[in-house]
């Protein structure tokens, strides 16, 4: 079982739409845990973190947390265009990240 | 926010090249930075935790006589691609986050490393 895990995608909404991904982790006593944006040729956005069970909103942006479930997702409302990226889970382990293989989010015009 | 810079964006040289790159906290001291390699259409491999003032931490699989990494400061760290080879052409990025062991690692633009 892979540490932490994403749908790898491509995950399609219409321009608009609510973009919803999901990322599971392994570690019941991880801690921390967060989303980057990246795009093709790009290095890795931080988009938002999480530390506490329950919901964190940003703008557009919600990321939830539920440490019972090991389950961690990032909302985006209002989906646009511009929001068309790999979306990376990751989890703070022992001194460092571990990553999940991303989500690709196509948002259509 | 937090900010890290990158240096090379961009390198093209010949096999057997040794390529250092750098990589920057410009407005914070980081304790802490990292190493990844990055093929196309794959994910983050991390390659090695540089560590201010000791000895980097590598991955398994990473040659650390090959990749020479070196963190004499807070606020820069250097990865050298030793003797480098085209099976080495790498998209290759750093981070680097505070001290405080839940804050977020912090990218920089990454370097597109070519061997020709």
């Known amino acids: 079982q892979k540490e932490v895990e994403q749908n790898s995608g491509p995950l399609s909404v219409p321009e608009g739409a609510i973009a919803s991904l999901n990322c599971t982790y392994s570690d019941r006593g991880s801690q921390s845990f967060f989303w980057y944006r990246q795009y093709s040729g790009k290095s890795p956005e931080l988009i938002m973190f999480i530390y506490s069970n329950g919901d964190k909103e940003d703008g557009r942006f919600t990321a939830q947390l539920n440490k019972a479930s090991q389950y961690v997702s990032l909302l985006i409302r209002d989906s646009q265009p511009s929001d068309s990226a790999t979306y990376l889970c990751?989890?703070?382990?022992?001194?460092?990240?571990?990553f999940g293989t991303g989500t690709r989010l196509l948002v259509s015009p | 926010g937090a900010v890290v810079s990158q240096h090379p964006s961009w390198v093209i040289c010949k096999s057997g090249t040794s390529v250092k790159i750098e990589c920057r906290s410009l407005d914070f001291q980081a304790t802490t930075m990292f190493w990844y390699r990055q093929f196309p259409k794959q994910s983050l491999m991390l390659m090695a935790t540089s560590n201010e003032g000791s000895k980097a931490t590598y991955e398994q699989g990473v040659e650390k006589d090959k990749f020479l990494i070196n963190h004499a400061s807070l606020t820069l760290s250097t990865l050298t691609v030793t003797s480098a080879h085209p099976e080495d052409s790498s998209f290759y990025i750093c981070?680097?986050?505070?001290?405080?062991?839940?804050?977020?690692?912090?990218f920089g633009d990454g370097t597109r490393l070519s061997i020709l």
């Open positions: 990751a989890v703070n382990g022992f001194q460092k990240l571990v």
């Open positions: 981070s680097a986050k505070l001290t405080l062991s839940n804050q977020p690692q912090h």
